[in-house]
Nanobody, 125 residues
């Protein structure tokens, strides 16, 4: 069982930066793949970034080059550094984790077993 807690959301102007953290419980966190998803009002939840147990990263086209995901297994934490934020990045951001996700499912919410409660990110124009 893994529990995830996101933090770091807030209000920022366009062009600014935010750093989201996903803190996990559980001693085997290093073996989990962690995904970041977001959901804006009236829209479906969408994939943002993913980081595998070995540090391999994946990004959606909309955030590639602006967002970076990293992990500190010793601290059981995954970070999403968000730079050059745009108003369209406004959403609730969730981290999710899976120990046995297959590569083809990394971008799908259905591939993850555990979810955090979400943190609001608002980018003003």
């Amino acid at each position: 069982q893994v529990q995830l807690v996101e933090s770091g959301g807030g209000l920022v102007q366009a062009g600014g930066s935010l750093r989201l953290s996903c803190a996990a419980s559980g001693r085997t966190f290093s073996s989990y793949t962690v995904g970041w998803f977001r959901q804006a009002p009236g829209k479906e939840r969408e994939f943002v970034a993913g980081i595998r147990y070995n540090g391999g990263t994946y990004y959606s086209d909309s955030v590639k080059g602006r967002f970076t995901s990293s992990r500190d297994n010793a601290e059981s934490t995954v970070v999403l550094q968000m730079n050059s934020l745009k108003p369209e990045d406004t959403a609730v951001y969730y981290c999710a984790a899976s120990r046995s996700i297959i590569l083809s499912m990394i971008r799908s919410a259905k591939g993850y077993n555990y979810w955090g409660q979400g943190t609001q990110v608002t980018v003003s124009s």
